[in-house]
């Protein structure tokens, strides 16, 4: 470093302007950084709803696929077409959609704010 | 590379400890601060700038790797938000260019220096500064101020050694002519 080189850099050394920094900076970044969302935290939730979701997906397959190896699954009515023989199949479809979704997304289905 | 204490805090504040990250605000702010206030040239924005880019350290954390200096990956994220912050404001256009004529300048500063205690230095400074272009003022503290060698000004600033040598040389004709030309540092 020559001579004017080293003046410079005294200069700037000796008049480093931080006196403007303000003095809520830190302040006002913390509370910026705490109102973020914590993403690791939604990422292991979302992971955890994902890994209930495959298992009860394959619960019911394997349910599915015994239902159809023994036809409990057949209806018998002689021919004739009864809506009323369907109810039991329609309301247990219903009650395993309904636990489905419960069981992978939580009680959040049925609030408005699922957020924590 | 890192030091201990960065690492420490990295740790810290990975495993969800937010407060932890203070450290890094009371460690890197003043150099943020005075990268920031180099380029942009007002103490409002600057302040703007570096709250921004710890905000952007914060959330990109995880991404940093420790094979580097901590400080060059967040000088780099301050140095990255005020050219963004510059081009979105247009200031680029705002700065004078010196006189370039064959008045020997080294000597008249150098001179100059010594009787610096008659003037207001610090407001000669930050004028000088604030005439200055963005990219060379910032070069500038880096390399002086900052004492932060070519390599790393390489990274931090993504610019190549050689555009680095140049635009380190018309900083320092710059500041040079430019305290003498518009301020008071005259024989």
Known sequence: MNKTEKNIQKLLIDNNELKGIDVNLEDNIMNKINSQTDYNAVLIKTKHKAKIGIILSLMLLVVYGIVTYLELLTTSYNGQFNLTNFYPTIFTTLVVIVVYIEMTFGVAVFRKDVRS | ?187
């Open chain 2, 1 to 187: 590379m890192i030091s201990v204490s960065d690492k420490v805090h990295i740790d810290k504040v990975l495993s969800g400890d937010k407060d932890a990250f203070r450290y890094f605000i009371k460690t890197y702010q003043e150099m943020a601060y005075s990268i920031a206030i180099a380029m942009v040239k007002n103490e409002f924005n600057a302040n703007d700038v570096v709250q921004n880019s710890f905000i952007r350290a914060y959330k990109g954390l995880r991404t940093y790797r420790a094979d580097a200096k901590f400080s060059t990956w967040f000088y780099k994220i301050v140095v990255n938000e005020t050219l963004k912050f510059l081009k979105k404001n247009k200031r680029y256009k705002e700065f004078i260019t010196f006189m370039d004529d064959p008045m020997d300048y080294i000597s008249t500063f150098n001179e100059a220096v010594n009787n610096f205690e008659l003037f207001d230095k610090k407001m000669e400074i930050k004028k000088t500064m604030n005439l200055m272009k963005p990219k060379e003022a910032l070069l500038l503290k880096l390399h002086y101020l900052h004492e932060e060698p070519i390599v790393e000004i390489e990274k931090i600033t993504g610019f190549t050694k050689s555009n680095i040598k140049v635009l380190l040389h018309r900083a320092r004709k710059s500041f040079l002519a430019l305290s003498v030309q518009h301020n008071n540092f005259k024989k």
